[in-house]
């Protein structure tokens, strides 16, 4: 049996019926005959029940559209269910008069009395095989055509219930479900299988060589079908009532401000309000045509700001179509637009170093490199033409080294270029070597000991260099030569490094004589502990004996 959903009595009677409709291609006993009579009856009386109950699906679809207030769309369903009702009620009336009238060519009931209708139990033509299989057959066949009329009658009542559900916008999977209910052999998917049965027309199935019980059982299972078939359009109408309604289940506080940060002694103002969303529903969302994430009823926008400003413009006035389109609970969309406005703040690159002007080549000029208006979003990267960018530990310092004379620095921020900053380049200033004895610093102009047994030869780097890249300014003598000169003539020599021995000719000088010192070479630490030749610092010195 099709159709709507079945009780369990309805399914039970199907089953016999089935059963025993096998049963008569053994031309079975009047005890057999009987459980049709038996099976009509449960049919009747489960038909019975159906049919209230469709009639209470259609009381309660009629309270519900007036307790809503009778919208025009509802009242749509209204008219529809009682379409339907109508179209049910009808179709069955005809098909018990079908079967008054198989009763009737079959010689009617026995103990007919006006007050005594009678019962299939007492029909005189019970055993009877061939009177109504002859009124339902095709008139070229001999018949009457009443099976071709009723097969006209339950198809068309299921293509009328198919056409009303259709003004619903209802889905092919749900008009599916309204299939043909009186159908040939060819189109049974029981029966086309079977080869005594193929080739059959509808009457010919349903009545053929069947007795009068059998026959009305038959019938009465039609009209199950056609209350089932009632019983699911009335529950797809039902569900139609406020189809265009949405119902929110989470509700929430919001509170939009007019910016999250407010200097003190300023008005913080904000918007409040209720936002509403369904948990049953999901929405689609996008912006400028673009679908966004959803999650939980809301929607995330992200994406790279950006604008173009003019010479002096600090900001620029930009806009979004945000679109969100809802699905409805009975079929079809609605789309909900704003337009959003935003500022994009042109970015600037502020740089904090000790010597921000120009930079010192082959150094490590250490640079605070921070973009305000990036805010916690700034996770930058930077490239540097003329030199190497060595990115830093803390978010935005950067060491640049140069090797040119002048450096290009590009800052980015998750793969957005921000902006370039160029920096002239100046060499290491150069260094004076100076002479130091145990005592301290040699003053040349008061000389030293001939006794002194070694000095110390130390290059000083320029104080303003020392101080902003001390791990620069890293130098050492690693060349030196020492002669004593007397009467202006050079009487011996040492070789050495930033440590000179002097015991080697401590024993020839006299007072008067000049110890002379040629600086060769000098070397220089950077901050990455790489040493390399220095060219800038004084050649030579003069330290009379005294």
Do not use: W
């Not at 699905?327 to 406005?341: A, H, Q």
């Not at 990036?374 to 960018?389: E, I, K, M, S, V």
């Not at 104080?463 to 009487?491: N, Y």
């Amino acid at each position: 049996m099709s159709g709507g959903k079945e009780t369990g009595r309805q399914k039970m009677v199907g089953m016999m019926y089935l059963v025993l409709t096998a049963l008569l291609a053994l031309n079975v006993s009047n005890t057999i005959i009987d459980k049709f009579v038996f099976i009509n009856e449960s049919l009747v009386s489960a038909n019975f029940e159906t049919k209230e109950r469709n009639v209470q699906l259609l009381e309660s679809i009629i309270k519900t559209v007036d307790e809503t207030g009778n919208r025009e769309s509802d009242m749509a369903v209204v008219d529809a269910a009682k379409s339907v009702h109508d179209l049910a009620s009808a179709t069955m009336e005809k098909v018990n008069q079908l079967k008054d009238t198989m009763i009737a060519i079959t010689g009617g009931y026995i103990e007919y009395e006006p007050a005594y209708v009678g019962d299939a139990k007492n029909l005189m033509g019970k055993t009877d095989y061939s009177k109504v299989g002859h009124f339902m057959m095709p008139i070229e066949e001999g018949g009457t055509g009443k099976g071709e009329e009723l097969k006209e009658l339950l198809n068309t009542y299921s293509l009328e219930l198919k056409a009303i559900i259709a003004q619903f916008s209802s889905d092919e999977s749900e008009l599916a479900k309204y299939k043909p209910i009186a159908v040939d052999a060819i189109d049974d998917p029981i029966y086309n299988q079977d080869p005594n049965q193929q080739g059959k027309i509808f009457a010919q199935l349903a009545f053929e060589d069947s007795p009068t019980p059998a026959c009305l059982a038959t019938a009465s299972e039609f009209q199950s079908r056609v209350l089932s078939y009632e019983t699911r359009a009335m529950s797809y109408l039902s569900g139609r009532v406020g189809a265009g309604d949405i119902s929110f289940d989470k509700i929430v506080a919001m509170v939009r401000p007019e910016s999250k940060y407010v200097a003190a002694g300023t008005p913080y103002k904000a918007e409040m309000f209720i936002a509403a969303s369904a948990s049953a529903m999901v929405p689609t969302m996008t912006y400028n045509g673009r679908e966004v994430r959803v999650e939980s009823g809301k929607g995330f926008i992200e994406f790279i700001a950006s604008a173009n400003f003019g010479e002096k413009e600090m900001e620029s006035r930009q806009t979004f179509e945000a679109s969100i389109t809802v699905p409805l609970p009975g079929g079809g969309d609605t789309t909900y637009s704003s337009i959003e406005e935003y500022f994009v703040m042109k970015p600037v690159i502020q740089i904090q170093s000790q010597s921000v002007n120009a930079l010192y080549l082959n150094c490590g000029n250490k640079l605070d490199v921070q973009v305000p208006a990036l805010g916690t979003t700034y996770n930058p990267t930077f490239t540097a033409a003329g030199g190497l960018a060595i990115k830093g530990a803390t978010l935005g310092l950067v060491t640049i080294v140069p090797n040119s004379k002048e450096v290009s620095l590009t800052v980015s921020s998750n793969g957005n270029k921000i902006g370039t900053r160029a920096f002239a380049v100046r060499p290491i200033p150069a260094v004076e070597i100076k002479a130091f004895t145990d005592r301290g610093e040699v003053d040349i102009t008061k000389g030293i000991s001939p006794k002194t047994p070694r000095l110390s030869l130390r290059p000083i780097p320029e104080a303003g260099f020392a101080e902003f890249l001390p791990d620069d300014a890293k130098f050492q003598v690693s060349q030196v030569i020492a002669t004593l000169v007397s009467g202006g003539i050079g009487r011996q020599q040492v070789k050495g490094n930033g440590n000179i021995d002097l015991s080697a000719i401590a024993s020839a000088a006299r007072k008067g004589d000049v110890l002379v010192l040629e600086f060769k070479e000098v070397k220089r630490q950077n901050f990455k502990g790489d040493v390399e030749n220095f060219p800038s610092y004084n050649r030579s010195m003069s330290i009379p004996f005294n």
